[in-house]
């Protein structure tokens, strides 16, 4: 599942199916699979793989029984807990960024500022 840009949930690593699978779950005490994918508007099988996603996140958790149901977990704690993990994930990027950026600027020297300029001059674009 892709965390698609321009939805919330793309900042926490969610789908926007996953989100909304989420979204419906916290406003009910618990839900079977078809009537997630009836609430949201998907086949059972989206709606299965939303949950699967869901729960391997710790967002939501399967209760056993007669016929399998799902809850949300507090989005506060469970939501914070995945946040938490993805800027464990951005802190280890930027510091991937900085060495980098220091490897880039032993090996160009004096070209580094000079490429910047040229860039900034090439792309003159609108908005």
Same mark, same amino acid.
């Given at each position: 599942?892709?965390?698609? /840009?321009?939805?919330?949930? %793309? @900042?926490?690593?969610?789908?926007?199916? *996953?989100? $909304?699978? &989420?979204? +419906? #779950?916290?406003?009910?005490?618990?839900?079977?699979? /078809?009537?997630?994918?009836? %609430? @949201?508007?998907?086949?059972?099988?989206? *709606?299965? $793989?939303? &949950?699967? +996603? #869901?729960?391997?996140?710790?967002?939501?958790?399967?209760?056993?029984?007669?016929?399998?149901?799902?809850?949300?977990?507090?989005?506060?704690?469970?939501?914070?807990?995945? #946040?938490?993990?993805?800027?464990?994930?951005?802190?280890?990027?930027?510091?991937?960024?900085?060495?980098?950026?220091?490897?880039?600027?032993?090996?160009?020297?004096?070209?580094?500022?000079?490429?910047?300029?040229?860039?900034?001059?090439?792309?003159?674009?609108?908005?």
């Amino acid at each position: 599942m892709d965390g698609t /840009a321009g939805t919330p949930w %793309a @900042v926490t690593g969610l789908d926007p199916l *996953a989100g $909304r699978v &989420l979204e +419906h #779950l916290v406003t009910v005490p618990s839900a079977d699979v /078809a009537e997630v994918a009836a %609430a @949201v508007g998907v086949s059972t099988a989206e *709606a299965e $793989r939303a &949950l699967r +996603h #869901l729960a391997d996140s710790a967002l939501v958790l399967q209760i056993d029984g007669t016929a399998p149901r799902w809850a949300a977990g507090p989005p506060r704690s469970s939501l914070s807990a995945l #946040l938490a993990r993805r800027r464990a994930e951005l802190a280890r990027v930027e510091g991937l960024v900085e060495r980098l950026h220091e490897v880039y600027e032993a090996v160009s020297g004096p070209r580094a500022a000079h490429l910047v300029e040229v860039l900034e001059r090439a792309c003159h674009c609108e908005p």
